[in-house]
């Protein structure tokens, strides 16, 4: 397999460094921490697994998604924080159990493996039938059964989740007619209820994830994309993790540039992939992101600026710059065959809006509609 590149900013060898300094972190379990000696949790472990999959790294891949079933509860679902192979934080999260079906389907695309596939199912069956358990009548899925809201980062994550769900259900001939029915609910609440979500707006991820996620699309996506540019967007560094701090982090700026190559805007994606390399380590680590300022001393906090911070080199953040380059690389490089797995041009077609319980007016006129936007 030919590892991804894009022209000009990240060559091969240079992907399949970052592939291997995230291999470099595994632990013997299988399981990629955050960090070294930091906890694990399951979406970002099989973000990870994607990206030394693609990266070159497909043994410590493997070695990855075998150990995530280890970690279900008997009812599907995953804890939410796991340290040296024992769950810190017990409680099942949405979006953490979900992901694994993105991540089978990815192999999918890249290996063609359908033993692989079969091996996995039971675990992204049982892991999506909780998931969609948890959905509330305006069609949000719970963060835990436990909290009683909605995150539209999660959320969002979810609907592409379905999609890879149904797509695997289609491939191994196991309609799953349910979760069709909870997708089509969820991205009808991610397009026209985002007012009902806990409100985490000064988060970037809030911003673009609805339309790195599939459910915004066409016009709507660049709408949204262009409403809050301005407020994340740092020219030359990156984006922002949240509006209110001067902190640009390579993961969410990645996964800005994944959002914008959805739209075929390739240029802004290709400049900000190229501003974030300075978080880039000559072996091939990610640092987590970059405090700027004016003066190296901020004089009302008193903190440092013009640092890398926190002091730490992140799984999570090559493994996102690994992606970016994969998508991209189909335009202005190499891209494999997973390189599609986020503009979702091999998952299950867009969820049609049946039986919404939401209670909005335009709920009725919509039902048996697909997604309104093209």
Request: charged share 15%; with cysteine.
């Given at each position: 397999m030919s590892l991804p590149y894009v022209e000009g900013i990240l060559t091969a060898e240079q992907v399949a460094d970052s592939a291997a300094a995230i291999a470099a972190m595994q632990?013997?379990?299988?399981?990629?921490?955050?960090?070294?000696?930091?906890?694990v949790d399951i979406w970002n472990h099989v973000e990870a697994a994607m990206a030394m999959l693609v990266g070159g790294q497909v043994e410590a891949a493997e070695r990855a998604y075998a150990w995530v079933p280890t970690m279900q509860h008997a009812d599907g679902s995953f804890p939410m924080k796991i340290v040296n192979g024992v769950a810190d934080d017990d409680r099942g999260d949405?979006?953490?159990?979900?992901?694994?079906?993105?991540?089978?389907?990815?192999?999918?695309?890249?290996?063609?493996?359908?033993?692989?596939?079969?091996?996995?199912?039971?675990?992204?069956?049982s892991a999506l039938d909780w998931v969609v358990?948890?959905?509330?009548?305006?069609?949000?899925?719970?963060?835990?059964?436990?909290?009683?809201?909605?995150?539209?980062?999660?959320?969002s994550s979810i609907y592409q989740s379905l999609r890879a769900g149904v797509a695997l259900a289609d491939l191994l001939d196991d309609p799953q007619p349910e979760w069709e029915l909870a997708g089509g609910r969820l991205g009808h609440a991610v397009r026209e209820h985002r007012d009902l979500f806990a409100d985490k707006s000064i988060h970037s991820m809030d911003w673009y994830y609805p339309v790195l996620g599939g459910a915004v699309r066409g016009r709507d996506a660049f709408e949204l994309l262009d409403s809050r540019w301005d407020d994340f967007v740092r020219p030359g560094l990156g984006i922002l993790c949240v509006s209110t701090n001067p902190w640009v982090t390579g993961a969410e700026t990645c996964e800005l540039v994944m959002a914008l190559d959805i739209l075929g805007d390739h240029r802004r994606a290709l400049t900000l992939l190229k501003d974030m390399q300075h978080l880039r380590e000559d072996d091939g680590r990610y640092w987590t992101g970059w405090v700027y300022g004016d003066a190296d001393i901020d004089p009302e906090s008193g903190e440092p600026r013009n640092v890398n911070w926190p002091d730490e080199h992140t799984t999570y953040t090559a493994a996102a710059v690994i992606l970016a380059v994969d998508a991209l690389g189909e335009v202005a490089g190499h891209g494999t065959a997973g390189s599609g797995i986020m503009r979702g041009t091999s998952l299950a077609p867009h969820f049609a809006?049946?039986?919404?319980?939401?209670?909005?007016?335009?709920?009725?006129?919509?039902?048996?509609?697909?997604?309104?936007t093209p």
């Open positions: 632990e013997p379990c299988g399981a990629v921490p955050w960090t070294t000696g930091e906890h949405v979006n953490m159990t979900a992901y694994l079906a993105v991540g089978i389907w990815h192999h999918w695309l890249v290996r063609r493996d359908i033993e692989f596939v079969r091996r996995y199912w039971p675990t992204v069956r358990a948890q959905q509330v009548s305006w069609g949000g899925i719970n963060y835990t059964p436990t909290e009683d809201y909605c995150l539209l980062t999660g959320n809006e049946l039986a919404l319980e939401c209670g909005c007016p335009s709920a009725d006129s919509l039902s048996g509609v697909p997604g309104r």
